[in-house]
DNA sequence: GTCTATAAATAGATAGAC
DNA sequence: GTCTATCTATTTATAGAC
């Protein structure tokens, strides 16, 4: 007969999974020299030692979620490639970056902080998913041109003016909230119009003849 | 007969100043939590004690850099109100933020960084002073469109479209150093061609009349 | 896998002499 | 204005019982 063995002690939706949610959001919070282990166990309402159970250090939690970050980033961008126009595949990228920073809302304020630090907690191997999401860019802006449909455009600029405004729009929506102007209290931006907008000039870029 | 009075006891540019670029370079690096009030005292070669005495506190240091930040920002933007013609003002506006970049290594990365902690350690003056530089962009498009030169176009748009390329730029910059891409090192950019990018494309943005 | 207790280091801040 | 010594709080990390 089967005995009812004690599977988990105690721990309900994966006590890795909620610190490493909790700890996601305290890093876009605070930063990684900003956030504390021990808030970070306590919201995600598990005892501090299994921190350094599952994840061997606060580095170790923090390139983890990094990790993870860009290797999502990537996927979703590597799933734009069976689109064959080039401008629709411009609009895919687009919207994959915006998507990606809604459905993982840490992720434009780590990318930010990142960034400032120069990539000091970036791993060797996240280095390269990096420099993956540079060159599919990079190829989206050549093939375009190959097929006469883009003028040659510096793909980092290009990568510039897609990264840039996304991100700053989602990143910046904590600011401006204390920013009390009314202007864009008046004129709330939707993820829909961002994604226009940002598709818009990209393509006004490379396609444009002009300069 | 006068007497040789000792001014100065023994510091030579002024320990407060030296304190102050020390610590602007240091918080660009590591963040506010990350920076360290000794490290940022000895990189002054300044007692740590003489940080207390100019400044208040370690948060009072920051809100200092942070102030002078903005406060430049905003004057250098104000300089380009002479400009009549929108264009040329937008253009000017472009690279007044640009040059500021440049001028002070530092702005970049805290501005990102101040973004991504949603303004956190920003105070009441200081908030003041970056509603104004987001209601002076606002101001040239309205400008624009009154003067039948400019399409109607979100100002938050329009100013996430300058900030997020430009200072993206400057902020990457130690990152692309680390990350092995052949792109953008063969593409080396200079500030004038960002410069120039980013003014073609915002007056892309506001002149073109497709939507 | 989970928890308590605690080690060990570091950091911000100040007192007080000069 | 400058410097030394030090206080105190916080923080990362681990040992070891269950």
Excluded: C
């Amino acid at each position: 007969m089967k005995r009812a063995v004690r599977r988990r002690p105690r721990q309900e939706p994966g006590s890795k999974a909620r610190l490493f949610a909790a700890a996601a959001t305290a890093f876009a919070a605070r930063g990684f020299a900003g956030a504390n282990v021990d808030r970070i166990a306590e919201a995600a309402g598990v005892n501090k030692a299994m921190l350094y159970y599952h994840f061997k250090s606060k580095a170790g939690l923090y390139a983890e979620i990094l990790r993870d970050m860009f290797e999502s980033v990537a996927a979703r961008l590597a799933a734009t490639t069976p689109q064959t126009d080039p401008a629709e595949r411009i609009r895919a990228m687009v919207e994959a970056i915006a998507r990606e920073a809604e459905a993982r809302p840490h992720f434009p304020a780590i990318w930010l902080r990142e960034i400032a630090e120069g990539g000091a907690h970036v791993d060797k191997g996240t280095i390269a998913i990096i420099g993956g999401i540079l060159q599919q860019v990079a190829s989206a802006v050549h093939d375009g041109v190959a097929a006469k449909r883009f003028r040659p455009a510096n793909p980092l600029l290009v990568q510039l003016g897609i990264v840039g405004p996304v991100l700053m729009f989602f990143a910046t929506a904590p600011m401006r909230r204390r920013v009390p102007s009314q202007l864009h209290l008046a004129t709330q931006l939707t993820t829909e119009q961002v994604i226009a907008h940002v598709q818009r000039v990209a393509l006004l870029t490379l396609e444009g003849k002009a300069r």
